[in-house]
């Protein structure tokens, strides 16, 4: 017989970045599937993984992917551009459970949005090193410019999402990579957002950019990807309808606990109250 939905537990969800930006996308997935318990687990004593070789990266990112399945994650979402971009292979090789990356939802919503073909994206200078969005957009048969923004991650954590100074260092990018477009023929009407932290600064992207282009948020692009594949699941969609109260949250960070809950707030869109701090070692 059956298992009844009275009597099901809820859906377990790992949620994995090696810091704080990651939380956009549970800050996504929260209203999208509010049955799940979800445990979202921070690397901030081995960030960033910018500077890290894609075996340092593929060893932390698969470790974190483990651990989440060792709580009974179902499902995992690897929240992190840099994890996506060099490890999603290793961790999908390493698991026993579904593992999706940020990067393929974003190329997948680009393609479905695009009418140009031509998509700008936003990233971290080691996301755009990878030219992971690239590979993906060329493969959905999209022209990409992938354009670095190392200064934004530090402005946003910073807590300047509405200051002057991001404003006119955004003006300079987006000015750049559109200059960038236009040298090589392109015609861009789709912004990918590659970096977990961008949502934050989402209005100051749509005052500087030309009127017309859609912004495309990974956060948002993976959390509808999620909701998408677990309704594939017949067992799924009356419990996703009908449980409304089961929401948990479970928040681990490997460094800074009282950091994490300062600053991850911010991200989520509302206070955390507890962060449990483990080690996973060098």
């Not at 009418?115 to 996301?127: E, P, S």
């Not at 960038?180 to 989402?202: M, Q």
């Not at 419990?239 to 600053?263: E, G, M, P, Q, W």
Request: include cysteine; charged fraction near 20%.
């Amino acid at each position: 017989m059956s298992e009844s939905i009275a009597d099901a537990s809820p859906v377990r969800i790992g949620v994995f970045d090696s810091g704080f930006g990651g939380l956009t996308v549970l800050r996504a997935l929260l209203p999208r599937i509010p049955c799940a318990e979800f445990f979202y687990l921070g690397d901030t004593a081995r960030l960033p993984y910018g500077s890290k070789s894609q075996a340092t990266v593929a060893r932390y990112a698969v470790e974190s992917a483990q651990l989440l399945e060792s709580w009974g994650a179902q499902y995992i979402v690897i929240a992190c551009n840099t994890a996506s971009a060099l490890a999603l292979d290793a961790i999908r090789a390493a698991a026993h459970v579904p593992v999706l990356g940020v990067i393929e939802t974003g190329a997948d919503s680009a393609a479905d949005v695009s009418v140009t073909r031509d998509v700008l994206v936003l990233a971290t200078d080691a996301t755009v090193q990878s030219h992971a969005y690239a590979h993906a957009c060329a493969a959905r048969g999209l022209r990409s410019i992938e354009k670095a923004c190392p200064l934004l991650v530090p402005l946003i954590e910073e807590g300047w999402i509405d200051h002057s100074v991001t404003r006119q260092v955004l003006h300079i990018y987006l000015d750049q990579a559109l200059a960038d477009a236009r040298a090589l023929g392109h015609t861009p009407d789709t912004v990918l957002l590659g970096c977990t932290h961008y949502p934050l600064v989402r209005p100051l992207l749509e005052a500087a950019l030309p009127a017309g282009m859609t912004i495309l948020n990974s956060a948002e692009t993976t959390a509808n990807r999620v909701h998408r594949d677990l309704l594939s699941n017949v067992y799924l969609p009356s419990r996703i309808a009908s449980d409304r109260n089961l929401a948990r949250c479970h928040f681990f960070a490997t460094d800074s606990v009282d950091k994490f809950r300062v600053l991850g707030s911010r991200f989520l869109g509302q206070p955390i109250e507890r962060v449990e701090l483990i080690d996973l070692g060098g």
